[in-house]
Structures are given as structure tokens and as C-alpha cells.
């Protein structure tokens, strides 16, 4: 695929995700995907299926249903595309999760085989932690 398709699959994933068509973006993603937090490895989320059990706002803590994301810019070569995404979501605690997300997703036979998620986990604990 070329860097042009790549950027259309990242921003399609996006779009899905926003209008919480949860099925049709997963099939976007390899089997075998992994989606990891910010370390150097993958192994923080594990598989996709890791990532499916958490995704789909498994606490009422969100107004409207749930995270919208803003892609700001994405910039691709050869098989990967980076994403710089900002998180908005109300809370039902009167606070409200708006993180900054740089995002490396590696692509393999048009489908989303790896993503790193680098994100502002201070802002999260500090949102999310009162929340238990």
C-alpha cells in the first residue's frame, strides 16, 4: 500500500472508533495485531483481544458514550504512520480525559498489524484514579 492508502486506514480506524462501529474497526486490524502502551515493546496491552476488552468503555465513568478522537497530523513512510491525537471525553465526576497521544502504527497486507500508544499517563491517573 502506499503512504497515502496507510494515512486513509489510520484515519479510517479513527473515524470507526469515534462513531463506535467497534466490529467494522477491528476488522482493519490482523489477527495477530498487538497494541501496546508506551514502552518499547507491545507486550503492555498484549493481543488485540486485550485491547477489545478494554475499549469499548467497560465503566460508566463517560458522558455522551465515551473518548472522541482528533487526529491532528499523521505522517507516514514505507510501512508505518505516526498520528498526533488528542482525547476528549466528559466524566461523570465533573472532570474531564484530554490527553495527547502520539501514535506508531506499523501496517502489513493493508491491515493494522502494531500500534504503540505514547500518552500522558499522569493526566490519565489523574482523571481516571479517583474513579475505583
Known amino acids: 500500500m ?30 495477530d495485531a498487538k497494541w ?21 468503555d467497560p465503566m460508566p465513568v463517560f458522558v455522551d458514550g465515551g473518548i472522541h478522537f482528533t487526529v491532528h497530523q499523521l505522517t507516514a513512510e514505507d510501512d508505518r504512520v505516526a498520528a498526533e491525537v488528542e482525547s476528549y ?7 474531564v480525559y484530554n490527553n495527547h497521544y502520539h501514535m506508531l502504527f506499523v501496517l502489513r497486507d493493508g491491515k493494522i498489524a502494531v500500534v504503540k500508544e505514547y500518552a500522558d499517563t499522569a493526566h490519565a491517573r489523574d482523571v481516571f484514579g479517583e474513579l475505583g
Open 2 to 31: 502506499s503512504t497515502t492508502e496507510n494515512k486513509a486506514l489510520v484515519m479510517r480506524m479513527y473515524e470507526l472508533m469515534n462513531a463506535r462501529q467497534y466490529e467494522e474497526m477491528w476488522e482493519l486490524f490482523l489477527p
Open 89 to 95: 471525553a466528559p466524566l461523570v465526576n465533573g472532570k
Open 36 to 56: 501496546g502502551g508506551g514502552r518499547s515493546s507491545t507486550d503492555d496491552f498484549g493481543s488485540i483481544d486485550g485491547m477489545r476488552a478494554i475499549m469499548v
